[in-house]
Nanobody, 127 residues
Framework: QVQLVQSGGGSVETGGSLILACEVS?????????ITWFREPSEKEGEAVAA????????YYSDSVKGRFAVSQDSAKSTIYLRMSTMTPEDTARYYC???????????????????WGLGTLVNVSS
């Protein structure tokens, strides 16, 4: 049974940093397996913000977080991290990690490719 267990998040002031973690179990990575972090603000459309392909370590970022967020994996590739820095109130959202199989590398941000999702974790950035 595939499980994605999220941890981290919480509240931070503008300019601060947070780390989210996504522990993946019950799944064997393949070449185009992909873990993407999506976020859902309460009053705006959601977006994919960062992704990693565990097999080769390739990473991708949305323009809204590029240079501020970093996605990585531990040596066992069982936990995926999203390190968020220089945060602003616009980063306030519920963040989800999601796992997809056979995801083309230019489609890392397309929800339709992702079958397994974490439960989400709230991130709040105060001004």
């Amino acid at each position: 049974q595939v499980q994605l267990v999220q941890s981290g998040g919480g509240s931070v002031e503008t300019g601060g940093s947070l780390i989210l973690a996504c522990e993946v179990s019950g799944f064997t990575y393949e070449k185009y397996s992909c873990i993407t972090w999506f976020r859902e603000p309460s009053e705006k459309e959601g977006e994919a913000v960062a992704a990693i392909y565990p097999a080769d370590g390739d990473t991708y970022y949305s323009d809204s977080v590029k240079g501020r967020f970093a996605v990585s994996q531990d040596s066992a590739k069982s936990t995926i991290y999203l390190r968020m820095s220089t945060m602003t109130p616009e980063d306030t959202a519920r963040y989800y990690c999601a796992l997809g199989r056979g995801v083309p590398k230019n489609w890392w941000d397309r929800r339709s490719w992702f079958s397994f999702w974490g439960l989400g974790t709230l991130v709040n950035v105060s001004s």
